[in-house]
């Protein structure tokens, strides 16, 4: 599995917006503009590399257990998740797919 654990918080917010955008299988041109926009194409470039084999259990259990071994409060927590939705939204559409995995980070980005 990736070494998550290394992982500073820009390339943990740079994995949930990877993990969000390809998360209906569908990472467009809108979502990659958006992404790359706001993180370093080496730092996008390294997290995919380590993370692109992964099903969605062990991607889910790097998010799980970078929370627990980061200081965040929920108000941080809460921050990703509104900029995640972004992510989501970005494209003009949210849908069903998406909505389900938005749901579940919201039950385990908790602290």
């Known amino acids: 599995m990736a070494k998550y654990n290394d992982w500073t918080e820009n390339e ?14 569908e990472y467009n041109a809108e979502e990659k503009s958006f992404i790359e926009s706001k993180f ?3 730092i996008l470039k390294n997290i995919k590399e380590q993370t692109d084999d992964l ?11 970078y ?3 980061s200081d965040y409060n ?25 909505k389900s995995i938005f ?8 602290v």
Do not use: H
Request: charged letters at 35%; zero cysteines; a negative charge.
């Open 74 to 98: 929920q108000g941080q927590l809460d921050d990703m998740l509104r900029q995640v939705k972004e992510v989501f939204q970005i494209d003009g559409k949210f849908d069903q797919y998406e």
């Open 55 to 65: 099903n969605d259990y062990q991607r889910s259990q790097i998010i799980t257990e």
């Open 40 to 42: 370093d194409t080496e």
């Open 67 to 69: 929370i627990k071994i």
């Open 103 to 110: 749901k579940m980070l919201k039950k385990i980005m908790k």
């Open 12 to 25: 943990f917010r740079a994995y949930l917006f990877l993990y969000a955008a390809d998360s209906n299988f």
